[in-house]
């Protein structure tokens, strides 16, 4: 007789909470003998406290917030362990219609092109008067927040004198867009397809292109739990793996849509759901530009919770004066995201599956096979400035980010 | 009194609930409340209200957006922390349990605020059973009705009296071994589909 597993997960109604959903719904959960209960939340600080108090076991959860815990810059902070990340990619900035004419004046096009947006935008702010323009992100601990100002940094924006970032709750964004309140944003998904198809924005660049195949949501679980049920946290990887790939099947699809389109869930029209999964994005305007890797499931080793992840969000945090760099919180960081625990929970599977728990971020230019256990392709990982991290020379990162 | 000098923002869009905490906290001798139950320029109302204490919601998605604006020294005048130190885990539990959040500035004495957290914890909780009270009450009164039409059904189909028709309701139900309400919903369900156009 197998042992049953009850688990309480934790969720923010975004387009990335369907690693979740499906295990759920699709019979992955119950196919481990989970009894797997969502719990949907309306704000991050909402997700820490219930795992803090521990409601919920694990949650849906931003790369960068069980880091934060563990720092002890986000309270009441719960100890938490990251054995699997929830895909790659997934987020975009949405900028008004007003700031979007400005910037193709200056040479930005639909095309979504980092570079060349960036330098538009650069722009646009060099010869503007009055107060500096504002963008929102969902949260100081974000992959938006550090995205964002990653691209406007390497655009030559300066993200703290330039320009005005504020955090605001995503299905508020498209409203504060067309109200004038802010003039762009950087979220997840549906909240730019929203904003181009319900509030006239304009795509101006997408997580993609600004970082290929880069970290965003991951399952963060109460440290606490995960050593008392080393087994259920297994069975529930075991079970978002084969989510993973129904995610993925580009079949799946519009089911994919349907589902998260109820009001349990993401609770927003299918229409909106379907362009970040299918990678075909309206841009505004009308047009619709394709995207390759805009939202990764499972390729990629998109699961997978790569400690060069974990480090990179805690390279921002010190660029961003969230926190002062020490050896010792260094290693917080690294700790926190847990390749270990996931290859032990999927080793059974036969899956290919990175032999590293690190990597250089940044180094591959295309489609690369790497030497694992199996037939696996990463990458590619680019950053849209040429920019690498290499995590074994994390101090010569964190000094050329500050010296400029 | 000390408290009375503390100034106390209350944000929760539930109306009836923001306004049973502030009565709360005036009986406790809280005399600068502030309430806010629409979200609109929030982070600017907070800034110039400059608040000692934040009681919230814990369902409020403008939480993230609060917590950010306390780290920025920039966005409040004066550092804001979360309201109960982490060794506390008892009353963080019950606050999350009762879904209520609260923040205060560095440095103000956990005793001096205490009381306020309490306060608002049964607060929320009492409202809460409230709301459970008033659902069943609109479920009784529901039924009340229901019963009342299928009485009058009865009364004139068969010129029984009030009594009588109620009497006849519940020895059906007792024998059926069904409730009353059961019956009576039974009832009015079919005279409706015999007699579309019937007002009964």
Redesign the interface.
């Known amino acids: 007789m197998t042992t049953r597993h009850a688990i309480t997960a934790g969720f923010v109604p975004l387009l990335d909470s369907a690693l979740l959903v499906v295990a759920c719904e699709m019979g992955f959960a119950e196919e481990q003998a989970i009894d797997l209960t969502l719990l949907r939340e309306r704000s991050w600080a909402s997700i820490r406290d219930r795992l803090a108090v521990r409601h919920i076991d694990v949650a849906h959860i931003l790369g960068p917030m069980p880091i934060a815990c563990n720092l002890g810059l986000n309270v009441p902070a719960p100890e938490m362990i990251v054995p699997m990340a929830l895909g790659l990619g997934g987020n975009a900035v949405t900028v008004s219609s007003a700031l979007w004419q400005a910037m193709a004046e200056n040479g930005a096009t639909a095309d979504l092109d980092a570079r060349a947006n960036g330098v538009a935008l650069r722009k646009v702010i060099e010869t503007r008067a009055g107060a500096p323009l504002r963008f929102a992100v969902v949260h100081p601990y974000s992959g938006h927040n550090y995205e964002l100002r990653y691209w406007l940094a390497a655009s030559g924006i300066d993200p703290v004198r330039h320009i005005e970032i504020v955090v605001l709750p995503p299905p508020d964004m498209g409203d504060a867009l067309a109200e004038g309140v802010i003039d762009g944003y950087c979220a997840g998904e549906p909240w730019n397809t929203f904003g181009v198809l319900r509030r006239g924005g304009y795509l101006a660049t997408v997580k993609a292109a600004i970082w290929r195949s880069s970290p965003e949501k991951v399952l963060g679980v109460n440290a606490q739990w995960g050593r008392a049920h080393p087994e259920a946290m297994a069975a529930l990887l075991v079970a978002l793996h084969q989510a993973s790939l129904w995610c993925a099947r580009p079949d799946n699809h519009e089911a994919l849509a349907a589902l998260l389109s109820k009001q349990a869930y993401v609770g927003r029209d299918a229409e909106l759901l379907l362009p970040a999964l299918a990678g075909n994005l309206p841009v505004g305007g009308g047009v619709v530009h394709a995207v390759r890797d805009f939202f990764v499931p499972n390729a990629k080793a998109a699961t997978f919770p790569w400690k060069s992840h974990a480090l990179w969000f805690y390279t921002q945090m010190v660029r961003w004066k969230q926190i002062e760099h020490t050896v010792e919180r260094q290693r917080i960081a690294a700790e926190t995201y847990r390749p270990d625990i996931y290859r032990a929970a999927l080793k059974d599977l036969g899956l290919a599956m990175p032999s590293a728990s690190a990597k250089v971020e940044g180094a591959l230019l295309t489609e690369t096979p790497v030497g694992s256990s199996g037939a696996l392709t990463l990458g590619p990982d680019g950053f849209f400035d040429g920019g690498r991290f290499d995590p074994d020379d994390l101090d010569a990162y964190i000094a050329s980010q500050s010296s400029r | 009194m000390q408290q009375s000098r503390l100034n106390v923002l209350v944000i929760d869009e539930n109306r009836i609930r923001v306004a049973i905490i502030e009565e709360g906290l005036r009986d406790a001798g809280y005399d600068q409340v502030t309430v806010i139950d629409n979200m609109h320029g929030l ?1 600017r109302r907070i800034a110039d209200l400059n608040p000692d204490v934040i009681v919230i919601d ?12 306390f ?1 920025l020294s920039r966005a409040v005048r004066r550092p804001i ?2 309201f ?1 130190d ?1 060794s506390d ?1 008892a009353s ?2 019950a606050a ?2 009762a879904g209520v ?1 609260a923040y205060i500035v560095d440095g103000l004495k956990q005793e001096r605020v205490r009381p306020i957290l309490k306060m608002a914890i049964s607060r929320f909780n009492a409202f809460a059973r409230l709301n459970r009270e008033l659902e069943e009450t609109r479920g009784e009164l529901e039924g009340r009705k229901i019963i009342d039409r299928a009485k009058g059904l009865i009364m004139r189909s068969r010129g029984l009296s009030e009594d009588e028709a109620y009497a006849l309701l519940r020895k059906t139900a007792m024998n059926q071994n069904r409730k009353i309400i059961d019956i009576a919903q039974g009832l009015v369900t079919a005279a409706s589909l015999l007699d579309p156009g019937g007002k009964e």
Do not use: C, G, K
Request: glycine letters at 0%; charged letters at 30%.
């Open positions: 982070a814990l369902e409020n998605p403008n939480r993230d957006m609060l917590e950010s604006m780290q922390a979360m109960v982490q885990e963080i539990e999350v349990e959040s």
